[in-house]
């Protein structure tokens, strides 16, 4: 029974992490969601959650998830894999290659068929990398291809459409 508790117990940490990371990827307080969410997730519940000191309902974990606006299961740890760190992110994958920043707060003016697209590819892309701060996201090369696609315009002219639209800006530093 001692093993249960122990798996039990490090478990409910890792959620209390993904739990915090979210939280602080919407650069919220704990005092801030208690406010927003009319005192729904107090703070100090929602702290012993983060600790992991206390075990959050499947329900509450669902209203928890709509309230952040992510899916469920971003508030799930990832399995771990033997030399694996979860939620480390890759960073040789950014290593010489110029990125587009892109303003998601602009993306609810893009209209038609067109916004659904790119909004679907950019949540896509969001829960892949684990990234919901909500107010930009930088795509790399291989995503402006995909754009090029939705916006349907050629690859050369994806960076210069996404400015129309309000969206893109380069990297400090990209030429």
């Not at 997730?41 to 206390?54: C, D, N, P, T, W």
């Not at 960073?91 to 920043?101: D, I, K, N, Q, Y």
Request: hydrophobic share 40%; charged share 30%.
């Amino acid at each position: 029974m001692e093993d249960l508790n122990e798996a039990g117990s490090e478990y409910g940490r890792r959620v209390g992490e993904r739990l915090r990371a979210i939280r602080r990827q919407k650069r919220l307080s704990l005092q801030e969601v208690e406010a927003a969410s009319d005192q729904e997730f107090k703070a100090s519940v929602l702290g012993a959650y983060e600790r992991g000191e206390r075990a959050i309902s499947v329900p509450r974990l669902e209203r928890l998830a709509s309230f952040y606006n992510v899916p469920i299961d971003q508030l799930l740890p990832r399995a771990t894999t033997v030399g694996v760190t979860p939620g480390l992110v890759d960073l040789t994958e950014r290593t010489g290659r110029a990125g587009v920043m892109l303003d998601l707060t602009a993306l609810d003016s893009v209209p038609g068929a067109e916004g659904e697209m790119l909004a679907r590819y950019l949540g896509m892309i969001q829960v892949q990398r684990q990234d919901f701060n909500g107010r930009v996201l930088t795509v790399r090369q291989d995503d402006l291809r995909a754009i090029a696609c939705i916006l349907g315009v050629e690859f050369d002219a994806a960076i210069d459409r996404l400015s129309d639209l309000g969206m893109a800006s380069l990297p400090a530093g990209v030429d």
